[in-house]
């Protein structure tokens, strides 16, 4: 049997060969992560869980604990009474236990929906999702494009950190674009000049790596052209501007996992890992902003979950589950370095103020 990733492999030196021997690493990372069946989204591997013994290379949250669904449950609901909607639309569903945790909690909370919409390109997670949602298959719903018109309450949770990116590099004072050859048999790094520029000046005139992230500012041009009432929430690890291109951050973000370890080269054991990079939260600000939809609010993980009603909803939990929600709020864990961004088209955004956002928010330092 053929190995996948040598596949794989093969599939990217044939697209190397025919662009000329070079590929941009957005390219290539699309290839690495979707390419179907043998990209690491794309292929049978395990990729959620807790532990590496079950063949799995990270945890999310909603796999850490059901508290962290159900908290954001309270806020999907709030944002469905506040916008007139019924439904809710969920990218990268993972195994489906987000899905679960706020549909069940819904229900509890007397705000039942008409359908819960999964937006994933992953068939072999797709299976995951239906046996994970097998009591709800008369609500949940799969798609893998957006309608021309969508209402509704949107979440995303570590989905911008998975999409593609650019990489630029500044090397003895001029930037290049870094992309992806293949060199004494096997694939190597490659730069090429390019006009492209971090959206700040970085002071200084040492080398510099960081990423942009064009994927992902259009996929919120997309949503807001399609977004025609409801909200979106998003979920992931990243920085404001001046925080993520700072000048000590010189080796940019990108980072691959695999057996709940990391490394910093994702040329190597392709679909076999994840490759991802952090979120500038105020690129999808602005993309937004530009498309018509208001920011809503912005903040960490811990003072979204907080607000949200957490810890109200902690004293019913057992240990294990209090021990998991402190991993969600601790600012050494997932607490401070993942944030939670609020979008809502202007028909949507006035008169309200999400639970999430009601102390603490950050907009200002977008």
């Known amino acids: 049997m053929t190995d996948p990733a040598v596949e794989l492999t093969s599939i990217?030196?044939?697209?190397?060969?025919?662009?000329?021997?070079?590929?941009?690493f957005d390219?290539?990372?699309?290839?690495?992560?979707?390419?179907?069946?043998?990209?690491?989204?794309?292929?049978?591997?395990?990729?959620f869980g807790h532990t590496p013994q079950g063949g799995s290379d990270f945890v999310t949250a909603p796999e850490l604990t059901p508290l962290f669904g159900h908290t954001l449950a309270r806020q999907v609901a709030q944002a469905l009474d506040a916008t007139g909607t019924d439904e809710v639309w969920e990218f990268g569903a993972g195994t489906g236990a987000l899905a679960l945790q706020v549909i069940d909690a819904l229900a509890v909370q007397g705000r039942p929906l008409r359908r819960y919409t999964i937006v994933d390109l992953s068939g072999s997670l797709r299976e995951r999702q239906r046996a994970t949602l097998a009591a709800h298959a008369d609500l949940v719903r799969w798609v893998d494009a957006l309608p021309e018109h969508m209402e509704g309450v949107v979440l995303g949770n570590e989905v911008l950190d998975a999409m593609p990116v650019q990489l630029l590099a500044r090397v003895g004072g001029a930037w290049f674009e870094r992309g992806v050859a293949w060199h004494d048999g096997q694939l190597?790094?490659?730069?090429?000049?390019?006009?492209?520029?971090?959206?700040?000046?970085?002071?200084?005139?040492?080398?510099?790596?960081?990423?942009i992230h064009p994927q992902a500012e259009a996929f919120v041009r997309t949503l807001a052209d399609r977004l025609h009432r409801g909200a979106a929430f998003f979920l992931d690890y990243g920085f404001p501007e001046a925080e993520y291109f700072h000048p000590q951050r010189h080796m940019g973000t990108l980072i691959c996992h695999r057996a709940h370890q990391s490394d910093s080269n994702p040329l190597v054991d392709l679909g076999r890992k994840d490759i991802t990079a952090h979120v500038n939260f105020t690129g999808v600000a602005l993309a937004a902003q530009d498309a018509g939809m208001a920011v809503l609010g912005?903040?960490?993980?811990?003072?979204?979950?907080?607000?949200?009603?957490?810890l109200a909803l902690a004293q019913s939990a057992d240990?294990?589950?209090?021990?998991?929600?402190?991993?969600?709020?601790?600012?050494?864990?997932?607490?401070?370095?993942?944030?939670?961004?609020?979008?809502?088209?202007?028909?949507?955004?006035?008169?309200?103020?999400?639970?999430?956002?009601?102390a603490g928010d950050r907009t200002h330092r977008l």
């Open 12 to 24: 990217i030196r044939r697209h190397l060969e025919a662009q000329g021997g070079w590929l941009p």
């Open 27 to 47: 390219r290539f990372m699309a290839m690495a992560l979707y390419e179907p069946g043998l990209g690491y989204y794309t292929n049978a591997s395990a990729q």
């Open 319 to 358: 240990a294990r589950q209090n021990a998991m929600m402190q991993k969600l709020v601790n600012e050494h864990e997932m607490g401070e370095l993942f944030k939670v961004m609020a979008l809502a088209p202007a028909s949507s955004a006035d008169g309200w103020v999400p639970l999430g956002f009601a």
């Open 298 to 310: 912005y903040t960490s993980q811990a003072r979204f979950l907080l607000n949200a009603g957490l």
């Open 188 to 211: 190597a790094w490659a730069d090429r000049p390019t006009e492209l520029r971090p959206p700040l000046a970085v002071p200084g005139e040492h080398d510099y790596l960081t990423e």
